[in-house]
């Protein structure tokens, strides 16, 4: 069973800064390809970044440039640094974890960009 925690979120104003972090359990962490998504109410889940047990990432066009997504192995945790943030990306963040073909979600952290 894997279960990403996540934290860092937080209410921030437009143009700060805040890091996600997720940790996952399992002594193969560095095989799962893992990814964030966010769901602003009223609105589905997206994806926002991703990165392969090889460190490649993809990202949402709507946050490229401005965020990014990295994994400490030792640490069993992935992180999104979030810059020059918007109220736009005020949402709910999730993080995803894909072991042997399946997805898990952890519960989600709040951000909110406001001033």
């Known amino acids: 069973q894997v279960q990403p925690v996540e934290s860092g979120g937080g209410l921030v104003q437009p143009g700060g800064s805040l890091r996600l972090s997720c940790a996952a359990s399992g002594s193969t962490f560095s095989t799962y390809p893992m990814a964030w998504y966010r769901q602003a109410p009223g609105k589905p889940r997206e994806l926002v970044a991703g990165?392969?047990?090889?460190?490649?990432?993809n990202y949402a066009d709507s946050v490229k440039g401005r965020f990014t997504i990295s994994r400490d192995n030792a640490k069993n945790t992935v992180y999104l640094q979030m810059n020059s943030l918007k109220p736009e990306d005020t949402a709910v963040y999730y993080c995803?974890?894909?072991?042997?073909?399946?997805?898990?979600w952890g519960q989600g952290t709040q951000v909110t960009v406001s001033s």
């Open positions: 990165i392969t047990s090889g460190g490649q990432t």
């Open positions: 995803n974890a894909v072991v042997t073909g399946r997805g898990y």
